[in-house]
Structure formats: C-alpha cells, structure tokens
C-alpha cells in the first residue's frame, strides 16, 4: 500500500482503484472536477483524508498564505525554464478567432489530443 495518491485527472475511473491502494490513514489529493460524485464513504473505513486542490482557492477568497501562491508559481516557472518541468502544451492555435477555434474544437473533438490545446489574445 501507499500513503499519498496524486489524481489530476479522471478521478471517477480510478476511485476504487485508489481507495484500495492507499494505506490506512493515507492522504488521497485531487485536482479534477469528476463527472460525478464521489463516494466519501469508502474513505471512512481506512480514515483516509481527501485533500481537494485548486489554484485559484488563495486569489479568491484572499486567504493569509496567498503570498505561497506567487511563490509557487515562481518556484514552478523557475523549474521549467531549467528544463526541470515540461509543460503540458500540446497545441498552440494562436490568436482566439472563429477559424482558429472550429480548429482547436475538431482536434479535440478526435479524442487524439495530448497536453494543453491553447488559444491566446483574450
């Protein structure tokens, strides 16, 4: 068993899956928005915590550590530009227009795309 699960991403399908995996009074964190709800109770018998994250939680409600959230993002930046972090761009379609986004919709809409598909000048 582990003590820490990290899911970004389609949490829903791998839910039990995790619960099983984690040890007893383990932590579970999550970034995603699963489609539905999750059942919290699964988490009770192994006193497991769920540790919700989003990156905007500081700037919103104007939290004490919101400082920690500049330096976060600094750290990060930092990271990528030595090549330390990757970022997860997949596709750049530049400018926001009606052309450039039919394009970013029919590429997703293939379920081929991997990574950030981005549109820019908002």
């Not at 999550?30 to 539905?36: G, H, M, R, T, W």
Request: charged share 20%; net charge neutral.
């Amino acid at each position: 068993h582990v003590t820490l699960v990290f899911s970004p991403t389609h949490t829903n399908q791998q839910y039990a899956q995790v619960v099983e995996a984690i040890a007893p009074q383990g932590k579970f964190a999550l970034i995603d928005d699963p489609a539905e709800p999750l059942d919290i109770m699964k988490l009770k018998l192994k006193s497991l915590s769920l540790h919700w994250e989003l990156m905007f939680t500081r700037s919103m409600f104007g939290t004490k550590d919101m400082q920690k959230q500049h330096e976060l993002l600094s750290n990060v930046s930092a990271m990528i530009d030595k090549g330390l972090l990757k970022t997860t761009l997949g596709e750049n379609y530049g400018v926001i227009n009606a052309e450039n986004l039919k394009k970013a919709h029919a590429h997703i809409e293939t379920n081929q795309a991997v990574g950030k598909v981005v549109l820019e000048g908002f």
